[in-house]
């Protein structure tokens, strides 16, 4: 619901360092003296996948489309981009931790190895992320020789917290769903195996009390045959 939390969480100081030398500043470390609550070990777990993930599936690319851009919560897959600090608009093709790919009107030659600088309007929270970062690679547009498609590589190092947030969020809720739908199917095999087993299991017995019918029947015949003079 995005509403602000507060923390009480008894404790007791470790250690105590200056900071970079300062008289006036110290790094004051406190271990916990009890459990944290629930709430707050639910959002550092968060934050530790966030980074996480940002090493482990960096280079995992989302496409952007209409069911993308809801999930993930863009405003809009239009945006800017600033090259060598001149604003450009684009329209957004795919995001990823490490990067992302825009198309703009532009000449390739004239985009190689330019420093670079995304804008991302996000409405959950609501917020802009601005991501700093260099052209890694420029396509010519099929049919257009006047568009290009334009890679960027983002600076690992200031690439902002919250943007890491956003795009965990997204990868979290799809691996989520597609658990779920793995389960489902493992669930619907597992039924439909049940019911093949039971139906031949009624077929078994159906079979077999036929064969102990016609062998009654056999018998009641042969019993009932008129003994010859």
Do not use: W
């Not at 200031?158 to 389960?183: D, E, M």
């Amino acid at each position: 619901d995005n509403q602000p939390l507060s923390f009480f969480i008894s404790g007791r100081v470790s250690n105590i360092e200056r900071y970079m030398n300062s008289e006036d500043l110290a790094v004051v470390t406190i271990n916990y003296t009890q459990r944290p609550p629930d709430d707050l070990i639910e959002i550092l777990g968060t934050l530790l996948e966030a980074n996480l993930n940002a090493v482990r599936r960096k280079e995992e690319r989302i496409l952007i489309n209409d069911d993308t851009k809801r999930k993930l919560g863009l405003l809009k897959e239009e945006t800017i981009v600033y090259i060598d600090n001149v604003p450009r608009h684009c329209i957004l093709r795919d995001i990823s931790f490490s990067g992302a790919k825009v198309i703009l009107l532009g000449l390739a030659s004239f985009l190689q190895k330019k420093e670079t600088i995304l804008r991302l309007d996000f409405e959950d929270p609501r917020e802009t992320i601005n991501l700093k970062g260099s052209v890694v690679a420029v396509t010519q547009i099929t049919g257009r020789k006047d568009m290009v498609a334009m890679s960027m590589k983002f600076d690992e190092k200031a690439v902002p917290f919250s943007y890491k947030l956003q795009i965990n969020k997204y990868l979290t809720a799809i691996r989520k769903t597609q658990l779920s739908q793995t389960q489902a199917k493992e669930r619907a095999a597992l039924e439909a195996a049940k019911q093949t087993a039971i139906a031949e299991e009624r077929a078994r017995r159906a079979h077999t009390n036929a064969n102990q019918a016609n062998s009654q029947e056999e018998a009641s015949e042969q019993g009932s045959e008129p003994e010859q003079a």
